[in-house]
């Protein structure tokens, strides 16, 4: 397979007219002290489906949870942070509409009933009940982990084959971003996309920002063609949503650098730089324009004094944020295709006659079609099918010829996969809740050493060492770009401390959980300054022995049982600690059992919870 090269032109050629339209600018200043309030931010991990079907329960607990004020717990948070899988849940529950399909859509539907462990049955997939973890709401959140099948696969193919996707390579940087929003947020009303075979780019149907009233306020007095009807907007009175992902400093490279980057429904934001200085963030622009194309200074008269002037040919979205936080599966998805494209092509020809209503013959001759020209693609490079777009930092601004330049776009999962960062560096919050979803259940290894996720201990600069099995600390440095994942100081033996309140709750038959105090330490990367201090409260996800005792079902014992043994097999295999890659496609059961055990968990803390407001 040749890898082919794009410039600019080549990328975003059969361009539709730019519009030119003025951006807010939103310089960098890092956070210097934390607010003088209580001021609480929820941090939701990155994992696939098992990131979406813990926070589901996570979500779900923090909104029937009373404050002393008779309000949720959820309507004290102030800041909801989200990394890959833990995106698809955050950018559903921040921007569900309040109808689907010309329904009304509540909170109930969209989230589950907690209930205790000794209520929940192994039931009917039609019996509608709370307790029953085989019944899935048409509406709600945990419907995404079944979408992942053969079927509404083959129909994302069957789109992008009608597009000319497979036959021109410059479209295959929108493989993922369109995934996600065919996939996970078309369901719920949130995409709605062009496939126009003239055009290289696929074209959303809405930009997005934070309410009708902010749009009024800050983007229609200098661009009256931008209305708010332009635009998917969040819920009321939801937490500001903070979705992560990472630039990356040359995405033909293997393991290259990244710079975090957090999109916000008012402003998309690289604050930092990249380890060895050579690209500098400096802050963000309105949302709208984040991908746009930069051409100078802004010249609105109702602009604030930094604003920018900007041409752009596309709508930058929610398929997009959400695309790019889960960019990991965009390898994945593509490996999944190559490996069942016979059973895929079947399942196209079985889409048009029983969906679209083709003729027999007529959708055989098509299925066969998709697979001769999808298998070009099917070769294809990882680096070729990262989604790829034009970013210029705010130093270019005052520039006679501003650079616009292509990058990839990383996971967030593939830096920081817990979100604490991005939160970290986008606010003031001073009490923060943690929720590590992982597939890496709490364990001592055979040194004696208490094991977690990488996506807790390297928030404290540590990683295990292969020959000792002990955890060993990585100073911050350009030569190891990883290092700068740090936020927290460890110097007092804070990262232990973690390690063993997490080990001894969970070994007393508890949830992981464990609370500290910890201080930030100076990251340019992150453009997060040293010397704040922060409230955590760690939720890590692993067996709870309590909860599994509880439940008195034999169905789902069995099941359980059977998801714990060596080899895992059944509904429940690996259950909670579900595998990232191989169970991407959770069936009703696996996902409930996943959100209920994870609201459960979160029952368990309120006292600490309600605290922290």
């Not at 560096?425 to 590590?436: P, R």
Request: net charge negative.
């Amino acid at each position: 397979m040749v890898y082919v090269e794009f410039t600019m032109s080549q990328l975003f050629q059969h361009l539709p007219p730019e519009i030119s339209y003025q951006a807010n600018l939103y310089p960098a200043s890092p956070i210097q002290q934390n607010a003088a309030a209580p001021t609480l931010g929820v941090c939701v991990s990155g994992g696939g489906s098992r990131a979406l079907s813990a926070a589901l329960g996570q979500l779900s607990a923090l909104a029937t949870m009373a404050a002393p004020d008779g309000q949720t717990v959820m309507s004290h948070v102030k800041f909801l942070s989200s990394v890959s899988g833990g995106s698809w849940a955050s950018v559903l529950y921040t921007f569900l509409p309040q109808t689907i399909n010309n329904q009304p859509v509540s909170d109930a539907d969209f989230l589950i009933q907690p209930e205790p462990p000794g209520n929940l049955v192994k039931g009917g997939a039609t019996t509608k009940s709370p307790a029953n973890v085989c019944y899935m709401g048409p509406f709600c959140l945990g419907l995404v982990p079944q979408r992942f099948n053969p079927q509404v696969v083959a129909a994302f193919l069957y789109t992008l084959y009608q597009w000319g996707f497979f036959g021109d390579q410059s479209r295959w940087s929108w493989f993922w971003i369109a995934g996600v929003g065919e996939i996970v947020l078309k369901p719920f009303g949130l995409y709605g996309a062009f496939y126009d075979p003239n055009v290289n780019f696929l074209q959303p149907a809405n930009f997005f920002s934070l309410s009708a009233d902010y749009v009024a306020a800050n983007i229609t007095p200098c661009n009256a063609a931008l209305t708010a009807s332009q635009f998917y907007l969040p819920r009321p009175n939801r937490p500001t949503l903070i979705v992560n992902a990472n630039l990356l400093q040359n995405f033909k490279e293997v393991d290259s650098p990244q710079i975090p980057m957090q999109a916000r429904p008012t402003a998309t934001s690289i604050l930092g730089q990249s380890p060895d200085g050579t690209i500098q963030g400096g802050g963000g622009v309105e949302s709208f324009a984040f991908t746009s194309n930069l051409t100078g200074v802004g010249n609105c008269p109702a602009a604030p004094a930094l604003s920018a002037s900007v041409a752009e040919d596309r709508r930058y979205s929610l398929c997009d944020i959400a695309g790019c936080s889960s960019a990991f599966f965009a390898e994945f998805l593509l490996q999944y295709v190559k490996g069942a494209i016979n059973d895929l092509v079947n399942e196209v020809e079985q889409y048009l006659v029983n969906c679209l209503h083709i003729d027999k013959t007529l959708a055989a001759l098509f299925a066969k079609a998709l697979e001769f020209v999808a298998d070009d693609f099917l070769e294809a490079e990882a680096a070729q099918v990262i989604p790829l777009y034009n970013y210029w930092p705010l130093s270019q601004v005052n520039q006679p010829n501003p650079a616009n330049t292509p990058f990839g776009f990383s996971d967030g999962g593939d830096f920081d996969n817990s979100g604490v960062l991005g939160l970290l560096a986008q606010t003031n919050v001073n009490n923060i809740i943690s929720f590590i979803n992982t597939e890496t259940p709490l364990s001592k290894n055979s040194a004696g050493t208490i094991v977690v996720d990488t996506t807790l201990s390297q928030l404290f600069g540590k990683t295990i060492d292969s020959k000792t099995g002990q955890w060993v600390y990585t100073p911050m440095s350009p030569s190891q770009p990883m290092s700068y994942i740090q936020v927290f100081d460890t110097s007092h033996g804070e990262f232990e401390a973690c390690l063993e309140g997490l080990f001894h709750a969970n070994s007393a038959g508890g949830p992981a959980v464990f609370q500290q105090t910890l201080t930030t330490v100076h990251n340019p990367v992150a453009n997060i300054v040293g010397g704040r201090r922060v409230t955590v409260l760690w939720f890590y996800g692993t067996r709870v022995n309590n909860w599994q005792n509880a439940i008195t079902d034999a169905n789902l014992k069995a099941d359980i049982a059977a998801g714990q043994a060596s080899p895992p097999s059944g509904p429940l295999g690996s259950f909670p600690n579900y595998n990232t890659i191989t169970q991407i496609c959770l069936e009703p059961e696996a996902v409930n059992m996943l959100a209920q055990l994870s609201a459960w968990c979160v029952q368990q803390s309120q006292s600490q919870i309600l605290a922290m407001l």
